[in-house]
C-alpha cells in the first residue's frame, strides 16, 4: 500500500508540475545581480542554462539581451560628483560567449548615465543621464530654492562606434522644457500651470537628485520614448522623431510638439490638475508590444502601489489620437483618471523593480528588492518563482530562437511608383501614423493618404520583429514625381527646337527656364511645349519645367547647332 501510495503521489505530482509548466510563457529568463560580474539565463524549470561569468565592471542596474544573445548591460563606474541609487556611469555589450564587445564609459563631473536603458532597433542604446545645473541657472530658469546644484534628466541615444566609443546621435534635455508661475521676467513663465502639461514646474518638489529617472522603453511603431520617475510619481512619453534641435524646442517631430511632454500620467498635482495620484515611487515605465493582450497599454512597477508595504503593476491605455499625441480637456489631468488594470499579491519592493508581459496573459514580475522573481498567470496566481540570490532590479525572458538567431537588419521604405516598398522577409506588416493598418500584409503597400509609415518584417526563423524608421509620405509629393517621370524631352541632343511630351498632363500653365553651366537662367517661356533654343550656344543647360506653379522637374538638354 505504502509503494502504491507514493507512486500515486508522484504521479499526481508529476502532472501538476507538467500542468503548471504547460502554463508557463516558454523562454529563458535573463537576470543580473546589482554590483556583481555575473548574469543568468533560467529555464521555466528553474534550471539555470547560461551563466555569463568574470564580467569585468559590476551591473549598475539593468540587463537586456539582443538577438544572437548579446548581453547589454549597465555597469558601475565610479563618479565623485554624482551618487544616489542606480548609478551607473556605463554600458558593455557581450557576446553569448562572455567576450566583451563594447564598453562606453559616461561619467564626468557635468553628466551621469544611471539606472535604465534600452536598445534600440537600429542597434543604438538609449541612456538616462543625469545633468548638473548651478544655482545660478537654477534662479535663471524661474526655481525658488536655494541648492548648491541640481541634476536634471537627459536621455541621449548612442551609437557604437568602437570598442570604447561611441557618438550621441540624438539627445533630449528636460531643462529644455520647463514652466514656472513665480517670475514674469523669465522667458518660460506662465500664469497657469495646468494649462501647460507638455512642460515640467521647476518648483515642485524641487531638490537636487529632482526627477530621479529610472526606467526607459522605446515604441518603433510610434517612435516615442516613456520614462519614469521615482520622486515625482509620474511616466512621461516624449517624441523620438525629433531631430536634436528640435528635442530643445516646443515644435518639429511627428508629433510637431519638438520635446514637449505628449503624455504624462500618475500624479496630476506635479502640473497643478485635480485628480488622484496614483503612482507612489514608479519603476519601468513600458509599453505592451503588440501580439499581447492589452497591446499599446502603458505599464509600469508602483512600489507603494497599494500600501506602504505592497506594491502593484498598474496598467493605463493612453487616449491616442492617431496622430502621434494624446487628447487632454484644457485645464485638466490627462485621462484615465485612474488604472485599468492592477495586479497585486505578489509582495512589496520598497525601490526597483520591472514586470513583463506575454502573449498568454502571463507576467514576469521582479520584486527586487525582496530577491524574487514570479511568474504569475492571467489570474495573478505565482506559477513560478526564481530566488536570485540578492536584488536584480529588472528580470526578461527571451526565447532560444531569439538568442540562437542575429538580429536581422533594420528594414528600410523606398517609393515604387505609386507604392511603398521594403526588402523581401518573412513576413510584413504596414502601419499608418502609429496605426496597425488591417490587411496590409505584403513587401508593398500603395498608400491613400499622406502621412508616417512604417513595416515591421519578421527575420527568416521567425523570431525577430524588425521595424522600419517612420517613412514620411506625401500623395501630392508623389502624384507631382509620378507626372515628372512621365514628362519627356525630344530629341536630345538638339540643334535647338526641343518639344515637350507631358503625356497626356493638361497643366493650366506651363512654365520653362533654361540655366547654363553656371546656374543663371539664360531662357524663359510659358505655356507652349515647343521650346526654340538655337539662339544659344551649344553646351549644356539644364531646363526645368513646372506644371500649374508646383515644384519644377529638371531636365538635362545638350545642343549640339
Not at 499608418?432 to 508593398?444: E, F, R
Request: glycine letters at 8%; a negative charge; hydrophobic letters at 30%.
Amino acid at each position: 500500500m505504502n509503494k502504491l501510495f507514493t507512486k500515486t503521489i508522484l504521479l499526481l505530482s508529476i502532472c501538476i508540475t507538467s500542468i503548471l509548466q504547460a502554463q508557463q510563457w516558454n523562454g529563458l529568463t535573463l537576470y543580473s545581480v546589482q554590483n556583481s560580474t555575473t548574469a543568468q539565463l533560467v529555464d521555466t524549470a528553474n534550471t539555470t542554462v547560461k551563466t555569463w561569468t568574470g564580467l569585468t565592471t559590476g551591473t549598475g542596474y539593468s540587463s537586456y539581451l539582443m538577438p544572437g544573445g548579446i548581453l547589454v548591460r549597465s555597469v558601475k563606474v565610479n563618479n565623485t560628483t554624482f551618487n544616489g541609487g542606480g548609478a551607473c556611469g556605463g554600458i558593455q555589450k557581450h557576446d553569448y560567449a562572455g567576450n566583451l564587445l563594447w564598453n562606453f564609459t559616461y561619467s564626468s563631473s557635468t553628466y551621469y548615465s544611471h539606472h535604465d536603458h534600452c536598445p534600440l532597433p537600429n542597434g543604438n542604446v538609449l541612456m538616462i543621464a543625469y545633468e548638473s545645473k548651478t544655482q545660478t541657472e537654477l534662479t535663471a530658469a524661474g526655481g525658488t530654492v536655494t541648492l548648491a546644484s541640481i541634476w536634471p534628466e537627459k536621455i541621449i541615444e548612442v551609437q557604437p562606434t568602437g570598442a570604447t566609443t561611441g557618438n550621441i546621435v540624438w539627445e533630449w534635455h528636460v531643462w529644455d522644457h520647463l514652466v514656472q508661475n513665480v517670475n514674469s521676467s523669465k522667458a518660460n513663465y506662465q500664469t497657469s500651470i495646468v494649462n501647460h502639461p507638455e512642460l515640467l514646474n521647476i518648483n515642485y518638489a524641487t531638490q537636487k537628485d529632482w526627477m530621479h529617472m529610472n526606467g526607459i522603453d522605446y515604441n518603433p511603431i510610434l517612435d516615442q520614448i516613456v520614462v519614469s520617475s521615482h520622486n515625482l510619481c509620474e511616466w512621461y512619453v516624449i517624441d523620438h522623431s525629433t531631430t536634436t534641435a528640435q528635442a530643445a524646442s516646443h515644435s518639429g517631430g511627428n508629433s510637431g510638439k519638438g520635446g514637449d511632454f505628449l503624455y504624462r500620467w500618475g500624479n496630476p498635482q506635479v502640473y497643478q490638475a485635480t485628480g488622484t495620484k496614483i503612482l507612489n515611487v514608479t519603476h519601468d515605465a513600458h509599453w505592451i508590444p503588440e501580439g499581447h493582450p492589452n497591446a499599446g497599454r502603458l505599464v509600469g512597477f508602483n512600489n507603494q502601489g497599494v500600501s506602504t508595504s505592497q506594491s502593484s503593476i498598474d496598467q493605463v491605455m493612453p487616449p491616442y489620437d492617431g496622430n502621434y499625441n494624446y487628447t487632454i480637456t484644457p485645464g485638466s489631468a490627462y485621462a484615465p483618471s485612474t488604472y485599468l488594470q492592477r495586479n497585486s499579491g505578489f509582495g512589496y519592493s520598497s525601490n526597483e523593480g520591472s514586470s513583463e508581459q506575454y502573449p498568454n496573459g502571463n507576467q514576469l514580475v521582479c520584486v527586487a528588492i525582496a530577491g524574487k522573481i514570479y511568474e504569475l498567470n492571467p489570474a495573478g496566481t505565482p506559477i513560478f518563482t526564481i530566488t536570485p540570490g540578492g536584488t536584480s532590479s529588472q528580470a526578461h525572458r527571451y526565447s532560444t530562437c531569439y538568442i540562437n538567431n542575429a538580429a536581422p537588419a533594420q528594414p528600410t521604405i523606398t517609393t515604387s511608383g505609386s507604392d511603398l516598398t521594403t526588402a523581401s522577409a518573412t513576413t510584413y506588416q504596414w502601419y499608418y501614423n502609429g496605426v496597425l493598418i488591417n490587411g496590409a500584409t505584403s513587401q508593398n503597400y500603395t498608400p491613400t493618404q499622406s502621412g508616417i509609415y512604417v513595416v515591421r518584417t519578421t527575420d527568416a526563423n521567425g523570431c525577430v520583429y524588425a521595424y522600419s524608421q517612420g517613412y514620411a509620405y506625401s500623395i501630392a509629393t508623389a502624384i507631382e514625381e509620378l507626372e515628372g517621370k512621365h514628362i519627356s524631352i525630344y530629341p536630345n541632343p538638339s540643334s535647338g527646337i526641343i518639344d515637350i511630351d507631358l503625356n497626356y498632363t493638361n497643366p493650366d500653365k506651363l512654365m520653362v527656364r533654361v540655366y547654363d553651366a553656371f546656374g543663371k537662367e539664360v531662357f524663359q517661356v510659358e505655356n507652349t511645349s515647343r521650346v526654340d533654343l538655337t539662339q544659344l550656344a551649344n553646351g549644356v543647360y539644364t531646363m526645368s519645367i513646372a506644371l500649374d506653379n508646383k515644384k519644377p522637374f529638371y531636365k538635362k538638354v545638350v545642343l549640339t547647332n
